[in-house]
């Protein structure tokens, strides 16, 4: 069983599934509105009135997810937690209060997710695919066929934005609605064009805020499906209702009217500037898409290997001296004897990486090559977990100053002792027997091996020296036993 929480810009909500045959089937679903969006004050600071509001929640949520036995949980984070200027300070309480860690993920990787959950509820598998999903701080395009993304792109415009921009106080009007559906158009006027219907069969809306609006249409004989006609017939409708407090139409809920008037001026924003003649709405999205990475990754089929190949080819590293470099470090680290294995995939994917920043320059280019990692779009992989990557990568030579205060990590130290040594042994062409050196790495650094490997490779024990002198200058013992 799999579990994926998604912390919203307007609601947060919690899934848990069940991989059963070619679905995963949801067990339980929990959605609690919390308003993140709406609790950032002008500065973009989370206030403590919607913090205290989020903490409660993950609260529940933690009661809710500890009744089942789980094989995995993701807990991913969207727009407005991207974009608060103190979600520093929030997310070690939310964490806690969740007892799992949060991914704030971009919005690239938020559309694959999506996409992932659409394309896996569909058994289509040559059908090219539009997937809109209007979310409370931000809206992701996604263009495929069958399971697989071609093109992906997060706009800066939600429904929680949009609302309280354009419908102060509540008021529904025609200028309002207007201005709110040229605002929308504005963002996406420019990201249109590859969009368009000649590059797809069908088009589907993935979030709850399409699926509500598609929910009402349909409940108050507004018309059939989302469709430009059924879409302007209901924003009459609101308009005639001039405020959102006397909103009362089956298929909505009270507390989602205020949100919904934004989301449907994005949706009519949308059709307009791609040409939609008509889109229908699906059951799937995020959360599915994160149940559905957790059961991939289960079966080793990790969207991130993709990732990491991906990059080697784009920016044509020599992908044979990178995998012997990868292997090496796995070995060592290894024999470093780890707490865990949670840093051996990143040391795996950083040593392949650890020669990118060579499409920029020749020197620095573990600068480079850590700044690439740390800003590129990897599909499957987290915030996070890009910028351990890229402090590997930064670490992997020169001073270690730069890197000293996550040397106090004992695994990310062993992991940096293994890839710097790993890439020392390739540039002296040493070809390391596993089976007799010696790695220890506690409060210092002892390395064994053969004297004959310092003997046949003169250049080694220059680098050995510099080594010492690297670790030196960050408090670190470095001895070298050359045995017989």
Request: proline content about 4%.
């Amino acid at each position: 069983m799999y579990a994926a929480v998604d912390l919203g810009s307007n609601s947060f909500r919690l899934s848990v599934g069940k991989h059963d045959g070619d679905t995963i089937r949801v067990l339980k679903s929990m959605r609690e509105p919390i308003r993140l969006a709406a609790g950032l004050d002008s500065a973009g600071n989370l206030s403590e009135e919607a913090i205290e509001r989020a903490i409660a929640c993950l609260r529940n949520f933690r009661t809710a997810l500890a009744a089942y036995q789980l094989d995995a949980i993701r807990v991913v984070a969207t727009s407005t937690l991207r974009q608060a200027r103190n979600v520093a300070a929030f997310l070690p309480r939310a964490e806690q209060a969740i007892g799992q860690p949060i991914e704030i993920i971009s919005g690239e990787e938020e559309g694959r997710l999506i996409y992932m959950g659409v394309a896996q509820s569909l058994a289509q598998p040559s059908e090219r695919r539009l997937v809109i999903d209007i979310g409370g701080g931000s809206t992701e395009l996604i263009l495929g066929r069958g399971p697989d993304i071609e093109r992906v792109e997060s706009f800066s415009v939600g429904s929680v934005k949009q609302s309280m921009a354009f419908f102060v106080g509540g008021r529904v009007d025609a200028p309002s609605f207007e201005a709110a559906i040229l605002s929308a158009r504005s963002h996406f006027e420019d990201g249109a064009p590859p969009y368009h219907p000649q590059y797809w069969k069908r088009a589907y809306g993935s979030s709850g805020t399409i699926r509500a609006i598609a929910d009402i249409i349909e409940k108050n004989n507004l018309g059939k499906g989302l469709t430009p006609a059924s879409l302007e017939a209901l924003k009459q409708r609101f308009i005639s209702l001039g405020h959102v407090s006397r909103i009362d139409m089956p298929g909505l809920r009270p507390d989602r009217a205020g949100t919904v008037i934004g989301g449907l001026a994005i949706l009519i924003g949308v059709f307009h500037e791609l040409g939609i003649s008509q889109a229908e709405p699906i059951e799937a999205g995020l959360r599915m898409g994160v149940m559905w990475d957790l059961y991939l990754r289960s079966t080793k089929r990790d969207r991130r290997e993709q990732s990491v190949q991906d990059c080697l080819r784009k920016f044509h590293a020599d992908e044979a001296r990178a995998a012997k470099v990868a292997d090496m470090a796995l070995a060592m680290f290894s024999l470093a004897k780890p707490a865990g294995e949670a840093m051996a995939r990143p040391l795996y994917w950083s040593a392949l990486l650890h020669e990118i920043g060579m499409v920029v320059s020749q020197t620095g280019y573990h600068k480079h090559g850590a700044y690439m990692i740390e800003n590129a779009d990897m599909p499957g992989f987290t915030t996070r977990e890009q910028r351990l990557m890229s402090r590997l990568v930064m670490a992997q030579k020169g001073n270690l100053r730069k890197v000293e205060e996550q040397l106090s990590d004992g695994d990310f130290a062993k992991a940096v002792v293994a890839l710097r040594l790993a890439i020392l042994f390739m540039h002296s062409r040493i070809e390391p027997d596993f089976s007799v050196l010696k790695l220890r790495v506690k409060s210092r650094i002892e390395l064994e091996l053969r004297r004959s490997w310092v003997a046949e490779h003169p250049t080694v024990a220059y680098w050995f020296e510099k080594e010492q002198e690297l670790w030196d200058e960050v408090g670190v013992d470095f001895t070298v036993k050359s045995l017989a």
